[in-house]
Nanobody, 122 residues
Framework: QVQLLESGGGLVQAGGSLRLSCAAS????????MGWFRQAPGKEREFVAA????????LYGDSVKGRFTISKDNAKNTVYLQMNSLKSEDTAVYYC???????????????WGQGTQVTVSA
């Protein structure tokens, strides 16, 4: 079993920055990739970023390229999402996910956190 716990969400002004963290515990050998998705009210879930857990591959959603960076600390079993130049349209619940392969859809992701709210004020 794998548990994913997100933290670091909050309220920030447009143009500001936040860093989200996702700590994994349990059977972390069960996944090869960790990623971030988000869902705004009334909208479908959107892929944000993902990276290989044991390698160097990364993927970013088009709407966050150049502004967000995903990184990891294997010793801490933690993945981070550094979010810069935040916009009001970045407001959403952000979910951490552990999966089998790098992908922009949620299908290969078997493990999900509870989510953390990010609100960007204009």
């Amino acid at each position: 079993q794998v548990q994913l716990l997100e933290s670091g969400g909050g309220l920030v002004q447009a143009g500001g920055s936040l860093r989200l963290s996702c700590a994994a515990s349990g059977r972390t050998s069960s996944f090869n990739v960790m990623g971030w998705f988000r869902q705004a009210p009334g909208k479908e879930r959107e892929f944000v970023a993902a990276r290989s857990w044991r390698g160097f591959g990364t993927l970013y959603g088009d709407s966050v390229k150049g502004r967000f960076t995903i990184s990891k600390d294997n010793a801490k079993n933690t993945v981070y999402l550094q979010m810069n130049s935040l916009k009001s349209e970045d407001t959403a619940v952000y979910y951490c996910a552990g999966g089998r392969v790098l992908a922009t859809n949620g299908v290969p992701y078997d493990y999900w956190g509870q989510g953390t709210q990010v609100t960007v004020s204009a």
